[in-house]
């Protein structure tokens, strides 16, 4: 299995960027398509980005196109978050998340494997 540990997040002004790293150990990230979720207090756990295995196919929520940008470095085994013109309702605990079917992309919580404990993003206006 696969050991996730997010980081790079903090406490941001409306208008910044962030980028969010999600290394991986245990096993290589090339055997996983990856994910970006975020959850809020007292809301469900939202889909944002997913990746597939190679980099060759992306999605995003339609609250972050455009802003975000979801990468992978298998070689770092790392997988990377950019988030550009964040706005306040980007506050949340992003999570990245390991699919084992490595070359499907998956907007539900449920489809995804292997979880990092999260980091936190603040977005004060």
């Known amino acids: 299995q696969v050991q996730l540990v997010e980081s790079g997040g903090g406490l941001v002004q409306v208008g910044g960027s962030l980028r969010l790293s999600c290394a991986a150990s245990?096993?290589?990230?090339?055997?996983?398509?990856m994910g970006w979720f975020r959850q809020a207090p007292g809301k469900e756990r939202d889909f944002v980005a997913a990746?597939?295995?190679?980099?060759?196919?992306?999605r995003y929520a339609e609250s972050v196109k455009g802003r975000f940008t979801i990468s992978r470095d298998n070689a770092k085994n790392t997988v990377y978050l950019q988030m550009n013109s964040l706005k306040p309702e980007d506050t949340a605990v992003y999570y990245c998340?390991?699919?084992?079917?490595?070359?499907?992309?998956?907007?539900?919580?449920?489809?995804?494997?292997?979880w990092g404990p999260g980091t936190q993003v603040t977005v004060s206006s």
């Open positions: 998340a390991a699919n084992r079917n490595k070359a499907t992309i998956n907007t539900t919580p449920y489809g995804y494997d292997y």
């Open positions: 245990g096993r290589t990230l090339s055997s996983y398509a």
């Open positions: 990746i597939t295995y190679g980099g060759a196919i992306t």
